[in-house]
């Protein structure tokens, strides 16, 4: 934070002026020490203590403008609480009234200052007398005076001792002396501030100050001049105060007005004149400022928007809309509690498609800080009530330039600075105003203060208004609401960023912004921008003369066949076409997008690559104002993947990813595989495990080198882990598959992860590794073997190879440079996996160990192991707890991945094991199975056994033949099967009538299987037999036999038979026609007619009367047999006493009166050749009427029957 500028440089040509002035008086000063640390450096007769030793101590430092006077300052800082900073003076001789007076701050918050005196030397324990024990200092420049009389006479020394509460503190002006009687001096410069416009007039101001301890009550003469940056005097002023001067108080003065006409760099220079002055130190003051020109228009950016300011011609009108009384509570919106400090609201509605950089925004989130971010893709945001939703602003304004900030898309940053909204005071507000298409909505940030700081009000306001047109229009009400104190300016906007950008962060404009660079500010930039009260400015879309924006992400190579590309294009005007041209070695072809995502995603499906191709692309797009953009990986470079795996190449270079957001970004790791794998000249594919969510290594390769240089417990390498022990377990004894892994970490993640972690399965149960952490030494393991617990960073050190290791020599170092390998052990498979894992007792071997080291020229784990090795026949595993590039020589990382491929056999040559088998075993013979070279004719062959016929090959349940004879050339192992095939046999059946019944049983069946038939007879149909052909097989509904032949069968039915038969009581009484036999569902009429003197009375079935008619009928399903009744007419007109029916007038001729005293149920009148002639119901009846005007004269008898069945007759005559 010392970068010297062109205005130190005049401060300092003008220090040495005003030192050879300075010779000319005859100074009456009376301080003995007198230091504001105006040379840049702490004086070399002070003494600065670090008792802590952290290199965080007391300087001198720049402070500028935040000096109490002058420049310069002197101050300590540190980042931890056990600071231990002191800052002494030299020797001092102190006199009766001498007195000891400084200012001091704290950098921000609060700061403690212990002041110290002691008067016998410098060390920490003479400092036995404490002056005073300040505690809670502001960052207000606070003066502290002590009366030294008590030690007049004696040698003292003074110091600053800081006991750290927050950050830092600062001192200044320290002296020590006699204070002046009469001491008139310049106080401050007021005017002009640091940035005034070129062409715009200025008042210089100042104070003076009566520094002395009387009233002064003389005329005291003050000079302003404004010097160049030549030190020329531009202006030059008089001013005069008259009046009383109390102590330690300061007068304003103002001087002339002066317009400067050209921008640079200027020193304003306040000076007083008085003749009588005792102490011409504090005389003067200067102040180093800057004429700036103010760019009142800007841009375009990338997308064509622009602004312009109140300020130039043309520029928006101010014209403050005041919403404080009508709009919503940003802060208060859909949330329970007010938070007024790094906040970003809930999302809040526009209320209308508000477009910005090409797309529509419907909605934004506000943060306290003076900016807000449109869309869902806040990075900061933390919804309501989760935790965190109260403080997840984004206060970091100055900490990347806009365009660029890619954590804050869709930015506009109206004045964004570290802000506070108090309770009850301030607020952010919202509204919407207007009709379509021209509405407008109102963002208005309400009597808001910085966060830094002291004094001033909370009186910030500010606003912007979002224009349905996008149009976007800042207003600026008060920026200056008199804080001050603060490290660093924020009134007007000397901290703020004023500007918007994309969604990419890749076009935006930026009206406003800090310079910060290492943390250390500078200004604002451009310094002519600062914001004025009561100014606007608008951003707008000019003239669309760019081409669309673009993103990609480049994709890696890939083991699949298809590819997914997604880019993304924007444009102020709109897309008019887009187009993906590829090429994999057929010529260039074009591919519009195949499908698109909301707002601005599309995708292309690339499907049915070969394997083995490099795929080159780019894109182009065209937007609606015509202009074309053509997006490559470089001006001359494509686009480009890779379809995996390539012909003939065995060798698969495993990585983490080589592109920013991996973790070989640097391609440290990267650059030491291909510079090994390149010298031994093998051909290698490269594969980016770390890309792919799924993926599974392709069975043509047989050796994999891998690494992870942080190898921690995460999806990631749980899905490495997987891929590696699958493609392990797809080794044989003629083919095994080799893994080669150097992976510094894995062993410590994975020793305390569960079993069923697929990091702990791959490294214990594959690699067969242990790791404990042990005492020193380590027995089995341990965080850093050459450095120890206790040695952080980087050592230097060596492993040493290993007698019987496949790679490296016995007793050979390789020297190291490293901060945390491994120390593992080789141990054998945890029994818990021994059931899903092959040759589970084999044990590995030590590889390398650790050798050479800081701990007295050894490793910290001398003889443990750092590489194990393991042989278990279908694979080979070397596994390394050191990355290569943290090896010293390229050669011995050249040599060692040169021994793992001769190891793993790369150029041996490939044998397939071929296997065969039939499918049922009895189903027929198979010939081929055997071990075959890479490349030769394998033929298998299919000979079916009697009763069964051969159908297909199949490999992992797909069909590759369906010929007997199958041949192919041996590329990988494989596993066929032969299927073969039982003979069948259509067992067809049918039924006649087709609605006499139903027959089960129907189907196809294997040679020799029962095949049971089912005859089921519907209603009224009974079973007859099955035929074959004219062949009566069964009489039996159910008929089994077994499958020989394609058979076709009849089930055969009938209609049921069914007999009628009827009886007459008495027999003489009459006759009966219709009984006999009958077919299910036919009709059966009964007729019954009676003999001379006889009537018919009923027909009955099982006791129980079912008709008087003479004739009944009904649909016969049953046999039956019923009863027909008659009764004689003969002796008659005998009653029974117990029914006592009286009937009269009998004879009759027109009407019948029928009295009984029993109930009757119903009466029916015959003729007497037994015809029913009438039936009348007399339930509960006793005296009834019967009309017989309608009879033929005659004799009749009437049949009356009780509730009980009795029956009675009674005789009627009619006669007329």
Do not use: C
Request: aromatic share 14%; net charge negative.
């Amino acid at each position: 934070m010392k970068r010297k500028t062109a205005t130190q440089k005049l401060l300092k040509l003008f220090l040495v002026v005003i030192g050879v002035i300075l010779m000319g008086f005859n100074a009456r000063a009376q301080w003995i020490l007198n230091e504001g640390f105006e040379g840049g450096a702490i004086p070399s007769d002070w003494t600065v203590l670090d008792l802590n030793n952290d290199n965080m101590k007391w300087s001198a430092y720049n402070y500028g403008a935040n000096a109490y006077s002058g420049n310069w300052v002197a101050t300590a800082d540190s980042y931890t609480a056990n600071n231990n900073d002191w800052l002494i003076t030299p020797q001092l001789s102190i006199s009766e009234g001498d007195v000891f007076t400084f200012y001091a701050r704290a950098w921000f918050g609060t700061e403690n200052l212990n002041v110290k005196l002691s008067t016998t030397g410098i060390a920490v324990a003479n400092f036995t007398v404490t002056l005073q024990a300040i505690t809670g200092l502001g960052t207000g420049w606070t003066q502290f005076t002590y009366d030294l009389s008590d030690y007049a006479g004696q040698q003292v020394y003074l110091a600053f001792h800081w006991v750290m509460n927050t950050y830092g503190i600062v001192v200044d002006d320290i002296k020590v002396g006699q204070p002046e009687a009469v001491d008139a001096g310049a106080a401050s410069i007021t005017s002009p501030w640091k940035y005034p416009l070129v062409n715009q007039a200025v008042i210089p101001a100042g104070t003076i100050k009566n520094y002395g301890v009387s009233d002064m009550d003389v005329e005291i003469p003050a000079t302003f001049q404004i010097r160049d940056d030549a030190f020329e005097v531009v202006y030059e002023s008089t001013a005069i105060h008259t009046g009383i001067l109390a102590p330690e108080e300061t007068a304003p003065l103002e001087f002339e007005e002066w317009t400067p006409t050209t921008t640079g760099l200027y020193q304003a220079r306040l000076f007083t004149n008085l003749s009588e002055d005792s102490n011409q130190v504090n005389d003067t003051i200067t102040f180093d400022f800057q004429v700036v020109e103010h760019q009142g228009t800007g841009g375009p950016d990338a997308q064509g928007y622009e602004w312009i300011s109140s300020l130039v011609e043309g520029g928006p009108e101010y014209n403050w809309i005041d919403i404080s009384e009508t709009g919503t509570s940003a802060i208060m919106y859909n949330v329970n509690t007010f938070s007024g400090d790094d906040n970003f609201s809930e999302p809040i509605s526009i209320g209308f498609d508000f477009p910005f950089y090409g797309l529509a925004q419907a909605e934004y989130h506000v943060d306290i800080n003076g900016e807000l971010l449109f869309g869902s893709a806040n990075f900061w945001y933390k919804p309501f009530p989760g935790n965190g939703w109260d403080s997840d602003g984004n206060p970091f304004g100055y900490h990347k330039p806009i365009p660029g900030y890619t954590q804050m898309p869709n930015l506009v940053a109206v004045f964004w600075d570290d802000l506070m909204a108090d309770e009850g005071t301030g607020d952010i507000f919202f509204q919407s105003f207007g009709e379509a298409p021209n509405r407008y909505h109102v963002i208005q940030w309400n009597n808001l203060r910085f966060v830094a700081g002291n004094g001033g009000s909370p009186t910030l306001q500010f606003q912007v208004i979002l224009h349905e047109n996008g149009e976007i229009v800042m207003q600026y009400k008060n920026v200056d609401n008199g804080q001050t104190g603060s490290n660093i300016p924020h009134v007007f906007g000397q901290f703020a960023t004023v500007g918007i950008q994309n969604q990419t962060a890749d076009a935006g404009l930026a009206y406003l912004r800090p310079d910060v660079q290492n943390n250390q500010y500078f200004g604002p930039v451009p310094p002519g921008n600062l914001i004025q009260n009561e100014m606007a400015i608008k951003f707008f879309v000019g003239a669309d003369l760019f081409e669309p924006q673009f993103t990609h992400t480049e994709v890696w190579n890939t083991f699949e066949q298809s590819m997914n590309l997604t880019a993304t294009f924007t444009d102020v005007s709109g897309i008019a076409s887009d187009t993906l041209y590829y090429n994999h070695g057929d010529g260039w072809q074009a591919l519009t997008h195949t499908s698109f995502e909301e707002p601005n995603i599309y995708h292309y499906a690339l499907t049915d690559l070969p394997k083995g191709v490099t795929v080159a692309y780019y894109f182009i797009a065209h937007d609606q104002a015509g202009n074309r953009g053509e997006y490559r990986k470089e001006e001359t470079e494509d686009y480009a993947f890779k379809v995996l795996p390539t012909a003939d190449t065995r060798v698969l270079l495993a990585s983490p990813g080589t592109r920013p957001g991996f973790s070989d970004y640097q391609s440290n790791e990267y650059n030491k595989y291909v510079m090994a794998l390149d010298e031994a000249g093998v051909a290698y594919d490269f594969y980016n495990w770390a890309a792919y969510e799924t993926y599974r290594f392709p069975d043509e390769y047989s050796i994999i080198i891998s690494y992870s240089p942080n190898a921690v417990s995460n999806q990631v390498h749980d899905t490495l882990s997987l891929a590696l022990m699958t493609f392990m377990d797809m080794g044989t004894e003629a083919n095994p598959k080799n893994v080669f892994m150097a992976a510094d970490n894995m062993a410590s993640a994975a020793h305390s992860l569960p079993n069923n972690s697929p990091l702990r399965k791959l490294y214990s149960a594959y690699f067969r590794g242990g790791y404990q952490v042990q005492p020193n030494p380590p027995i089995f393991g341990g965080g850093d073997g050459i450095g120890g617990p206790n040695h952080t960073g980087y050592s230097n050190g060596s492993i040493i190879g290993v007698a019987g290791s496949p790679i490296g020599s016995e007793g050979v170092e390789l020297p190291v440079y490293s901060n945390s390998p491994d120390v593992i052990y080789p141990r054998e498979a945890p029994e818990m996996y021994h059931g899903e894992i092959n040759n589970p007792l084999i044990v590995p071997s030590t590889g390398f160990k650790f050798h050479a080291g800081p701990i007295n020229g050894d490793a910290y784990s001398k003889g443990q192991a750092s590489a194990i090795w393991l042989n278990n026949l279908i694979y080979k595993s070397f596994f390394m707890s050191f990355d290569l590039s943290q090896f010293t020589n390229d050669s011995d990382i050249n040599t060692m991945i040169a021994e793992a491929l001769v190891w793993f056999g790369v150029d041996d040559p490939v044998n397939y094991v071929i296997t065969a088998t039939a499918e049922p075993q009895e189903g027929g013979l198979v010939e081929g199975s055997g071990t075959y070279p890479e490349g030769s004719t394998v033929t298998l062959v299919a000979s079916p056994n009697a009763g069964y016929s051969f159908v297909e090959w199949t490999e992992d349940g797909e069909v590759v033949s369906t010929e007997t004879t199958y041949s192919f050339i041996a590329a990988a192992d494989r596993d066929l099967t032969a299927h073969f095939l039982l003979e069948e046999y259509v067992i067809d059946v049918t039924v006649d009538p087709a609605e006499g019944g139903t027959a089960e049983g129907a189907g196809t069946y294997t040679a020799g299987s029962t095949v049971s038939l089912l005859a089921i007879p519907n209603e009224g149909y009974e079973f007859v037999e099955w035929k074959e052909g004219e062949e009566v097989v069964s009489t039996e509904t159910t008929y089994s036999f077994a499958a020989e032949a394609d058979r076709s069968l009849a089930a055969h039915f009938q209609l049921q038979q069914f007999n009628i038969e009827v009886s007459i009581e008495p027999e003489e009484g009459g006759t009966i026609s219709g009984a006999g036999t009958y077919t299910w569902g036919e009709t059966a009429v009964l007729t019954a007619t009676p003999a001379d003197n006889f009537i018919f009375v009923n027909w009955e079935e099982d006791g129980v009367e079912i008709s008087t008619d003479v004739e009944i009928s009904f649909d016969v399903s049953s046999d039956r047999s019923l009863v027909a009744h008659f009764q004689s007419t003969v002796s008659t007109g005998e009653i029974p006493e117990a029914f006592n029916i009286r009937i009269y007038p009998n004879p009759a001729s027109h009407l019948l009166t029928i009295e009984l005293e029993q109930a009757m149920t119903h009466m029916e009148v015959y003729n007497l050749a037994g015809s029913l002639i009438a039936r009348e119901t007399i339930e509960g009846q006793l005296h009834l009427s019967l009309d017989v005007s309608g009879f033929i004269p005659g004799s009749y008898i009437i049949r009356f029957v009780s509730s009980r069945g009795e029956v009675s007759w009674q005789k009627l005559l009619i006669a007329r």
